[in-house]
């Protein structure tokens, strides 16, 4: 049976479309920095928002319509398998991602829970062999259930402690069997909510434990895909260990991890730790650890996660111009983790959707490629730093000075007079100038 009745093939037709169904912006066979926009920019459909989310939230239930939504367990993960497939090849889109539990029913213990990953992991493999779409990444979901209330790998009790290493286990030889170019670990519920009752330093000891044990599994197994951490401030903890990148970088050198991880960096998490989605990326990437990208963003009139698909073109800009220095992704990619609005509960939405995303994408690695090339910003930071380049900043840099020679310049120089402006507003004007550009073709 068909699932998406009312989409036959979803095409590039450019800006002048008026088709609902049809790319604007994003063609997939462009050139960018050598690669086709589909190689570049590695598009995901997120399993959990696109074919599980039901369109509830706190106040209310869930709206959303779906063609499969009369069936049960294991029935329900068997069409939601066929309806993924035939989404994937009509958008297509060649990457998607999913937890455990989004393909298959937790079972009432963990050997039958087993057993229901194994028979709809096997029908997702027989899929992938007529299908172009791959996985960019699996996880495990260890943040539903009640017996995370307290946190995985970080959790008082040692029992929840190997009650996630068996799922993180099984989630790396599933990750193996499917071919996942990476593993993600999100740490949902690795945080504390009051140090009245936390040993932090044995919580963070025991997360570190945990994950050298995930990479000699991988190992073991020969799974070599890229570990992933994806950093978030709060929610539903009050305060997560993988605060944001900074703390992530913090933890991981501690830790002796800098050469396992990379980061997943997700940009509605980067507004709820307090930086701009760019600043996540930017650190990450002049630290070599900027792996993957969930592309959503939040709501500046709401204080939490709301998962919207991206649509605003300064953000999806400024993020492309730190993935285009970054020489793209590697075997990361953009994954849309992200829902449609509760009032949006048609199966034509998912497309609709998913097109905005990825038309706001492509605008933004339009722009960006173009400032780039015409160094708008590079040449304006590099006149800003010139004076690190001759004289005492040369020194400084190049660590041929100290306090006695800094402080003999200093009082030599008499006033500083040669600062000069930041220009945020010309910049910005810059930017919109290439913005609108773009977007008249």
């Given at each position: 049976?068909?699932?998406?009745?009312?989409?036959?093939?979803?095409?590039?037709?450019?800006?002048?479309?008026?088709?609902?169904?049809?790319?604007?912006?994003?063609?997939?066979?462009?050139?960018?920095?050598?690669?086709?926009?589909?190689?570049?920019?590695?598009?995901?459909?997120?399993?959990?928002?696109?074919?599980?989310?039901?369109?509830?939230?706190?106040?209310?239930?869930?709206?959303?319509?779906?063609?499969?939504?009369?069936?049960?367990?294991?029935?329900?993960?068997?069409?939601?398998?066929?309806?993924?497939?035939?989404?994937?090849?009509?958008?297509?889109?060649?990457?998607?991602?999913?937890?455990?539990?989004?393909?298959?029913?937790?079972?009432?213990?963990?050997?039958?829970?087993?057993?229901?990953?194994?028979?709809?992991?096997?029908?997702?493999?027989?899929?992938?062999?007529?299908?172009?779409?791959?996985?960019?990444?699996?996880?495990?979901?260890?943040?539903?259930?009640?017996?995370?209330?307290?946190?995985?790998?970080?959790?008082?009790?040692?029992?929840?402690?190997?009650?996630?290493?068996?799922?993180?286990?099984?989630?790396?030889?599933?990750?193996?069997?499917?071919?996942?170019?990476?593993?993600?670990?999100?740490?949902?519920?690795?945080?504390?909510?009051?140090?009245?009752?936390?040993?932090?330093?044995?919580?963070?000891?025991?997360?570190?434990?945990?994950?050298?044990?995930?990479?000699?599994?991988?190992?073991?197994?020969?799974?070599?895909?890229?570990?992933?951490?994806?950093?978030?401030?709060?929610?539903?903890?009050?305060?997560?260990?993988?605060?944001?990148?900074?703390?992530?970088?913090?933890?991981?050198?501690?830790?002796?991890?800098?050469?396992?991880?990379?980061?997943?960096?997700?940009?509605?998490?980067?507004?709820?730790?307090?930086?701009?989605?760019?600043?996540?990326?930017?650190?990450?990437?002049?630290?070599?650890?900027?792996?993957?990208?969930?592309?959503?963003?939040?709501?500046?009139?709401?204080?939490?996660?709301?998962?919207e698909f991206p649509t605003d073109l300064y953000s999806t800009t400024?993020?492309?111009?730190?993935?285009?220095?970054?020489?793209?992704?590697?075997?990361?990619?953009?994954?849309?983790?992200?829902?449609?609005?509760?009032?949006?509960?048609?199966?034509?939405?998912?497309?609709?959707?998913?097109?905005?995303?990825?038309?706001?994408?492509?605008?933004?690695?339009?722009?960006?490629?173009?400032?780039?090339?015409?160094?708008?910003?590079?040449?304006?930071?590099?006149?800003?730093?010139?004076?690190?380049?001759?004289?005492?900043?040369?020194?400084?840099?190049?660590?041929?000075?100290?306090?006695?020679?800094?402080?003999?310049?200093?009082?030599?120089?008499?006033?500083?007079?040669?600062?000069?402006?930041?220009?945020?507003?010309?910049?910005?004007?810059?930017?919109?100038?290439?913005?609108?550009?773009?977007?008249?073709?």
């Amino acid at each position: 049976m068909s699932y998406f009745k009312n989409v036959s093939q979803v095409k590039y037709e450019g800006p002048n479309s008026n088709n609902p169904f049809a790319f604007k912006y994003y063609n997939p066979e462009e050139q960018i920095n050598g690669q086709s926009m589909e190689e570049f920019m590695r598009f995901a459909v997120s399993y959990w928002h696109t074919f599980t989310g039901e369109g509830a939230d706190p106040f209310g239930a869930g709206t959303a319509v779906r063609p499969y939504d009369h069936l049960k367990g294991m029935d329900l993960a068997k069409a939601r398998v066929e309806a993924s497939f035939e989404f994937f090849e009509k958008l297509d889109v060649p990457f998607f991602c999913f937890h455990d539990f989004d393909v298959a029913p937790e079972a009432d213990n963990l050997s039958e829970t087993f057993k229901n990953l194994d028979e709809i992991v096997a029908m997702i493999k027989d899929y992938m062999k007529t299908s172009k779409t791959k996985l960019l990444w699996n996880t495990a979901n260890m943040f539903t259930h009640p017996r995370w209330t307290f946190g995985a790998a970080t959790a008082p009790n040692a029992d929840v402690f190997a009650y996630a290493a068996a799922k993180v286990k099984k989630g790396l030889e599933i990750g193996k069997e499917l071919g996942s170019e990476n593993y993600v670990f999100w740490g949902g519920r690795e945080g504390y909510e009051t140090l009245l009752n936390t040993d932090m330093k044995l919580e963070l000891d025991n997360l570190a434990r945990f994950f050298h044990m995930a990479k000699d599994y991988a190992k073991e197994i020969g799974f070599d895909a890229q570990f992933l951490i994806e950093p978030k401030p709060k929610e539903p903890t009050k305060h997560q260990y993988d605060f944001d990148v900074a703390t992530g970088l913090a933890f991981l050198h501690q830790y002796g991890l800098q050469d396992v991880f990379k980061f997943n960096i997700e940009a509605n998490h980067a507004t709820l730790a307090g930086h701009t989605f760019e600043h996540e990326l930017h650190l990450a990437r002049i630290n070599g650890m900027l792996g993957s990208v969930d592309a959503n963003q939040g709501d500046t009139l709401l204080g939490w996660d709301t998962d919207e698909f991206p649509t605003d073109l300064y953000s999806t800009t400024l993020a492309m111009y730190e993935i285009i220095k970054n020489n793209g992704l590697g075997t990361g990619g953009l994954n849309f983790d992200a829902k449609v609005r509760r009032g949006s509960f048609d199966t034509d939405d998912l497309f609709h959707a998913h097109i905005a995303g990825m038309d706001s994408f492509a605008i933004g690695t339009k722009v960006a490629k173009r400032l780039l090339e015409d160094k708008v910003l590079e040449d304006f930071i590099a006149d800003r730093y010139k004076s690190y380049t001759e004289g005492i900043g040369k020194d400084i840099v190049e660590g041929n000075t100290d306090f006695h020679k800094l402080s003999a310049h200093a009082l030599e120089m008499g006033t500083i007079t040669n600062n000069k402006s930041g220009r945020q507003e010309n910049l910005r004007a810059i930017l919109n100038k290439y913005l609108l550009e773009a977007t008249q073709g």
